[in-house]
């Protein structure tokens, strides 16, 4: 069963514009949230995260909302630039459980020029 | 700087043999992690250390073994190679646990293909 659902495989967005990245969870357990950012070759690297305490987290060009009761977040760039081009994680964990960090599928994001 | 060092970054195996792959960190973190990343599968934990001397089961530990060796190294052994083995493995590291904000720090992976 999977608890976090990218349901978006791939991403085309053009630059300049803003890129939104969707995650679901099923388990109402969960309630710290991050994104992770994977270059091809490359480990994963910390992009941003959110608490259940909140609906919204910004960093730069990068916000991350949280929607509970629909048990959905999303992950806005705003602008786009080339250098977004990326593979996306979402993740989710619980600070009440045991130590485990459960990963979407992931979400190739395109950039074009 | 290092952060999170793997070892190899690839490996052909054939199926029934053995490997260890090694991973170390210097960033005097607590928790080390191994992951496996497949298409369209994310990541799944295979065994992860909260700490120096324990251990424990994740998502998928079938077919694998840890030793976290000191507080800097934490390797995987595979006994006996499966193809359903082959994947992209990825060690990390976080300060103390998930709940240091869940900020997992990874190293490059390693390419494993099992024939």
């Not at chain 2, 793997?6 to 191994?34: E, I, R």
Request: with cysteine; net charge positive.
């Amino acid at each position: 069963d999977q608890q976090v659902k990218q349901n978006s495989p791939s991403l085309s967005v053009q630059e300049g514009r803003i890129s939104i990245l969707n995650c679901d969870y099923t388990n109402s357990m969960f309630d710290y949230f991050l994104w992770y950012k994977k270059y091809p070759a490359e480990g994963p690297t910390f992009l941003i995260s959110i608490s259940s305490i909140k609906d919204k987290n910004e960093d730069g060009r990068f916000t991350v909302f949280l929607n509970k009761s629909a048990k959905h977040l999303s992950l806005h760039i705003v602008p786009s630039q080339p250098g977004d081009s990326a593979v996306y994680f979402c993740a989710a964990s619980s600070f009440g459980g045991a130590q485990k960090l459960v990963f979407g599928q992931g979400t190739r994001l395109t950039i074009n020029p | 700087n290092a952060g999170v060092t793997q070892t190899p970054k690839f490996q052909v195996l054939k199926t029934g043999q053995s490997m260890t792959l090694q991973c170390a960190q210097d960033m005097n973190h607590n928790s080390m992690y191994w992951y496996r990343q497949d298409p369209g599968m994310g990541l799944r934990l295979i065994y992860y250390s909260a700490s120096e001397g324990t251990t424990d089961k994740g998502e998928v530990p079938n077919g694998y073994n840890v030793s976290r060796l000191n507080k800097r190294e934490f390797s995987l052994r595979l006994e006996s190679a499966a193809p359903s083995q082959t994947s992209v493995y990825f060690c990390a590291s976080s300060r103390q646990g998930f709940f240091s904000g869940g900020k997992l720090f990874f190293g490059s992976g390693t390419q494993l293909s099992v024939l």
